[in-house]
């Protein structure tokens, strides 16, 4: 049972470059979702989407982009990124928004 | 204003006693959802138990029960007969109906450490 597999689990950026993080989940789940965790605060959501083709912006988009081009895939994109976005990324998915949330296990990214 | 607020950083509970741990939540929205998760040091997020704003009773899944009180707007989860695998961090989240959007709003999380 794969669940929600993030990849990659760690990585180093310098400032201004790019980089995709990649969501996939094998649950069938129409909702996926994208969040920060940064010390000392909760998790934030990025951007989420409720279907394949859809995408919405959530508590903290900012210098963020998202594709869900396929239901079990959900891309999170930065273009350029900042100092600011060193964090740990979770993505989740559910069958619905009353649904409890599958976590993955965690991206941590730094920024130089 | 927080959606969720967890106002307590730390807990010690002793090895088979039981914890609460407490939520606040802030919303206008007649219509949400309260979650509870818990965070090994491993990282993963792990879903813990659920309670509707409409649900008339407490919900409960084996050790973990929801003492929800919706008129102080809260939402503490027990954990009954601690064992060491409890330690972990603990978060309160909050989804509201009524906006339309998806948004899971997180609370700064309680560190629970169970000592044997």
């Known amino acids: 049972n794969a669940g929600v597999t993030q990849t990659p689990k760690f990585r180093v950026l310098k400032t201004g470059q790019s980089m995709t993080l990649l969501c996939a989940q094998d649950m069938n789940h129409e909702y996926m979702y994208w969040y920060r965790q940064d010390p000392g605060m909760g998790l934030r959501l990025i951007h989420y989407?409720?279907?394949?083709?859809?995408?919405a912006k959530g508590e903290v988009p900012d210098g963020y982009n998202v594709s869900r081009l396929k239901k079990q895939n959900f891309l999170l994109g930065l273009e350029s990124a900042a100092p600011s976005q060193t964090s740990v990324y979770f993505c989740?998915?559910?069958?619905?928004?009353?649904?409890?949330?599958?976590f993955g296990d965690g991206t941590r990214l730094s920024i130089l | 204003a927080q959606k969720i607020t967890q106002t307590q950083p730390g807990m010690f509970v002793q090895e088979k006693e039981a914890v609460t741990l407490d939520c606040t939540y802030d919303t206008s929205d007649p219509s949400y959802g309260l979650f509870w998760y818990k965070q090994p040091s491993s990282g993963e997020m792990i879903f813990l138990i659920y309670?509707?704003?409409?649900?008339?009773q407490n919900a409960t899944e084996g050790r973990y029960s929801l003492n929800f009180q919706k008129a102080r707007k809260s939402a503490n989860l027990v954990i009954s007969a601690s064992q060491l695998g409890d330690s972990a961090m603990y978060f309160c989240?909050?989804?509201?109906?009524?906006?339309?959007?998806?948004?899971?709003?997180f609370g700064t999380g309680t560190r629970l450490t169970v000592i044997p």
């Open positions: 309670q509707g704003s409409y649900d008339q």
């Open positions: 989240a909050m989804r509201e109906d009524q906006t339309g959007a998806n948004n899971l709003f």
């Open positions: 989407s409720v279907g394949e083709g859809t995408t």
């Open positions: 989740a998915s559910s069958t619905d928004r009353d649904q409890p949330q599958h």
